[in-house]
């Protein structure tokens, strides 16, 4: 049935039957063969995004689960508030992006992606043009290898992770720059009993207003290749590792505002920077305390 399925729309498409749209739309009583309008819905993700132009949206109408998509275009995929669409994933990745443009723009909203401790990737984008990927108000867990992977070709890609949850996963978020620069923004998320939390290589990053914790070796780890890092007003607790540095290229990281305890050691390496006051009010910003042990920055910065 499934086959006959994929064949009708296959169909149908090279016909030109349906015409792609702005604005398509899947539903728990759709179905594949459907043109995913508001009224007549499909039933997952990879046939509604087929159908949708390039900029367009794809808009859950109820709580389902959707399937696994890959794309390869500017689109949104999005989960309105209070409706579950979820994305469980048996091999492979929930979502894979390839075949974009270093132009394109993809926004993840509102998705609950689910791997099983046998999928490998949640979100992947490795060895693709990407301009912009935005993941806001998702939940990414129980992937063998990476909850999100984002290795784009080009440089000045951008990853924006905004309220949302990395959680038990072999490495929660990972990014790496293969042409300079990719650049990471992180804000009011969670990194939670992932064996990694978030590894940076080679990349730029601003991690702001997040918790990273109970991850089973490193909390943020950051190596080579040039890394920038900005951590501020962020918990960093129960890790084995709270911040690690490493590597034969200048890693900084800039920590302010941040609360370091209760792992076995706080930080670890080279050029962790801790911020001051200003000029008439010296104060160390940061909690580095109650660690096995707490380890130390190397240097200070001067709050502007």
């Known amino acids: 049935m499934r086959i006959e399925s994929a064949a009708l729309l296959c169909s149908l498409m090279a016909t030109g039957?349906?015409?792609s749209a702005p604005r398509t739309f899947v539903s728990s009583t759709g179905v594949d063969t459907n043109p995913c309008s508001r009224t007549a819905p499909c039933r997952s993700f990879g046939a509604a995004v087929v159908l949708t132009s390039s900029?367009?949206?794809?808009?859950?109408?109820?709580?389902?689960?959707y399937g696994?998509?890959?794309?390869?275009?500017?689109?949104?995929?999005?989960?309105?508030?209070?409706?579950?669409?979820?994305?469980?994933?048996t091999a492979g990745s929930a979502i894979a992006i390839s075949g974009t443009t270093a132009s394109?723009?993809?926004v993840l909203r509102g998705l609950s992606l689910e791997g099983g401790s046998s999928a490998l990737y949640g979100i992947y984008v490795s060895s693709t043009n990407i301009l912009t990927l935005h993941v806001q108000r998702c939940s990414i867990s129980?992937?063998?290898?990476?909850?999100?992977?984002?290795?784009?070709l080009n440089s000045g890609a951008y990853l924006f992770v905004d309220d949302t949850s990395i959680s038990d996963n072999d490495t929660g978020l990972f990014i790496e720059s293969l042409s300079p620069t990719s650049r990471l923004s992180m804000n009011r998320s969670s990194l939670e009993r992932n064996q990694l939390g978030c590894w940076i290589r080679g990349s730029s990053a601003t991690i702001t207003s997040s918790a990273v914790i109970g991850n089973g070796d490193t909390g943020i780890y950051m190596e080579t290749g040039s890394t920038k890092v900005t951590i501020d007003r962020c918990t960093v607790t129960d890790n084995a590792v709270g911040i690690r540095t490493a590597g034969p290229v200048a890693v900084v990281a800039l920590i302010s505002n941040t609360i370091i305890t209760h792992n076995t050691t706080g930080v670890s390496g080279g050029l962790l920077w801790t911020r001051l006051g200003d000029s008439t009010y010296v104060v160390k910003?940061?909690?580095?305390?109650?660690n096995g042990t707490d380890g130390a920055f190397t240097n200070t910065f001067t709050a502007k």
């Open 285 to 290: 910003t940061n909690t580095l305390s109650f």
């Open 55 to 65: 900029g367009g949206s794809v808009i859950a109408l109820d709580s389902a689960g």
């Open 142 to 152: 129980r992937f063998t290898q990476d909850g999100v992977v984002f290795s784009p």
């Open 17 to 19: 039957a349906f015409a």
């Open 68 to 89: 696994p998509v890959t794309i390869g275009q500017s689109v949104s995929l999005i989960a309105p508030e209070g409706v579950y669409a979820g994305i469980s994933a």
């Open 104 to 106: 394109d723009v993809v």
